[in-house]
């Protein structure tokens, strides 16, 4: 039993907004105060510091095939952070891509607590797992691609919906998921055939589908297995001038079925393809505020060393020509792509600044807290060690403007960042970086301190410079149990997967049994991963 005492509790979720009380733990859960005997609990003195749930992150990668080909692609990075073995603890390396074990202390060192791995193929998801049952004391799950596979593309075709929709099913309880993925629909799988798709009417070479048919028919599927997450959408035309106008759209594509649009920052610059980026925040933070049934991600950049990995294939590939970087892609069969390329982002760089300056736009302009989300999209805008640094840029104006006066001239000219005068409350950073998330992903028990919720809690010391507040948290609790202290972690355990198993017609497996055979080298059998191959882990329900 835990008694924290004293503290200034921040519990969105709850209604609480810097009350002082008292948080009791007992058997891993928060409990009332009349389920323990305070006399035998052991006590933390929270007074003056400032309480909050464990931290969650519904957009990292973190495992599997892309962070293991980034790791190996990118030596140099393995050097940039080293921590030898101490005690108990392991020793890692990495500061864009940390190893398995050092993603796992680093998190809680910050003080985050669940972890979302943003996108794994379903059939190298084994390795995915793998990889996650390596980091510890985190939870953690994994999103599932499916906007390029060949089965539900073929299903949409032939308006074989329901087909389409126990096929997912069937996906997510094979591959152990969590939620469904949606990366350029379509466009990954025509860049089979050196093309992409440029508009949501595009034809997907094969299919006769079109993104927009594709996003539609995967949004409702989730709708119909009552999913906890909604489809978690990276759209067309990443990274691109003048991909605004697609983002909107998509999100307009939507008609009132709940989405949510990842690293949004990459897909809200104004101007024409080919040309210099300018900030489009004012029209995609619009959309958004226009449209209350999406939320979205920011995917900050943060200036330095970052390795950009995604299943757009395509981006990849034309990142790595130009800025003539090393690289690596891949195809997976009938399922997906992707690739690796490694960048650093400077701040004498214009495009550089420019989406740096984006990030905190829509941050700034988007008003509601519980729909958007703090995320670098890690490791691709930045580490998420990071995080800390932006929440100081969110919460205080004069360092904000400080920043702002550090990067190139031209960017600073295309931005209207020293006109917004906002300032994150403490209330706020425990929305978009607990309680919303929490509630995105659909955990009842994470992103809040109401009794019944797992006991994983942060206390920090309310510094002034909220970045060092951020940075190294006085008291991490995980399940109950104290795994870090004044920054530094001082216990290792086991962390759970999360993953979602919905119901569907068994006699969907014939047809998946013949695709498989006709399409797989991998066999219908050795292809779905057992509950007792992912360590511990918890099923949610799907209602």
């Known amino acids: 039993m835990i008694g924290i005492i004293g ?190 798709v440029q508009n949501l009417e595009d034809e997907v070479i094969g299919f006769g589908v079109t993104p927009r048919r594709i996003l539609s028919a995967l ?106 970087a090393k690289w690596v892609n891949n195809d997976l069969e009938s399922e997906s792509g992707g690739g690796v390329v490694p960048l650093t982002y400077k701040r004498n760089d214009p495009v550089h600044s420019t989406m740096w300056s984006i990030g905190l736009e829509l941050f700034l302009l988007i008003e509601d807290p519980w729909r958007v989300y703090l995320t670098t999209d890690h490791p691709n805008a930045g580490p998420f060690s990071g995080y800390p640094e932006v929440i100081r840029m969110l919460m205080d104006r004069d360092f904000r403007a400080q920043e702002f006066e550090k990067i190139h001239k031209k960017a600073m000219k295309n931005s209207i960042l020293p006109e917004l005068n906002r300032e994150y409350t403490l209330n706020e950073i425990a929305i978009i970086t607990r309680a919303g998330p929490a509630k995105r992903l659909g955990l009842k028990n994470k992103g809040h301190l109401g009794v019944g919720a797992d006991a994983d809690i942060t206390v920090y010391a309310n510094l002034e410079n909220k970045a060092e507040m951020f940075a190294h948290p006085a008291w991490v609790i995980k399940d109950g149990e104290v795994v870090v202290r004044d920054g530094k972690l001082i216990r290792e355990q086991l962390g759970r997967t999360l993953y979602v198993s919905p119901s569907y017609e068994k006699a969907i497996e014939k047809d998946i049994r013949a695709h498989f055979d006709n399409s797989y080298t991998v066999s219908f059998e050795n292809y779905p991963i057992a509950p007792e191959h992912i360590g511990p882990s918890e099923k949610l329900t799907c209602d």
């Open 7 to 196: 503290g200034r509790v921040f519990d969105p979720m709850n209604g609480i907004n810097g009350t002082i009380q008292d948080i009791w733990i007992k058997g891993g859960k928060i409990v009332s105060q009349e389920e323990v005997d305070p006399q035998k609990a052991r006590r933390i003195d929270a007074s003056g510091q400032v309480v909050m749930p464990g931290g969650v992150d519904l957009h990292s990668h973190i495992s599997g095939a892309k962070a293991n080909a980034g790791r190996k692609l990118c030596p140099e990075d393995s050097r940039r952070l080293i921590r030898a073995r101490t005690g108990f603890f392991r020793s890692g390396s990495g500061y864009t891509v940390p190893s398995t074990h050092l993603t796992g202390y680093l998190y809680a060192e910050m003080g985050y607590t669940t972890v979302m791995e943003a996108a794994s193929a379903p059939l190298v998801a084994r390795h995915t797992h793998e990889e996650l049952q390596d980091i510890p004391i985190i939870d953690k799950g994994v999103l599932i691609t499916m906007g390029n596979n060949h089965f539900i593309m073929k299903c949409i075709q032939n308006g074989e919906m329901e087909k389409a929709r126990d096929y997912v099913a069937w996906l997510l309880e094979a591959s152990k998921g969590f939620g469904i993925k949606i990366v350029n629909p379509g466009g990954v799988e025509n860049w089979k055939y050196g093309k992409n």
């Open 219 to 324: 949004a409702r599927i989730r709708e119909e297995l009552k999913l906890p997450h909604p489809p978690h959408i990276h759209g067309l035309s990443l990274g691109r001038s003048g991909n605004a106008d697609i983002t909107v759209e998509t999100i307009k594509s939507m008609e009132g079925i709940d989405a949510h649009f990842c690293h949004i920052q990459f897909m809200s610059y104004g101007g024409k393809p080919g040309e210099f980026p300018k900030s489009a925040a004012v029209k995609v933070a619009q959309a958004v505020t226009e449209n209350p049934h999406i939320t979205v991600d920011v995917g900050q950049v943060l200036f330095g060393p970052a390795t950009t990995m995604t299943s757009d294939a395509p981006f990849e590939f034309s990142l790595s020509r130009k800025i003539g």
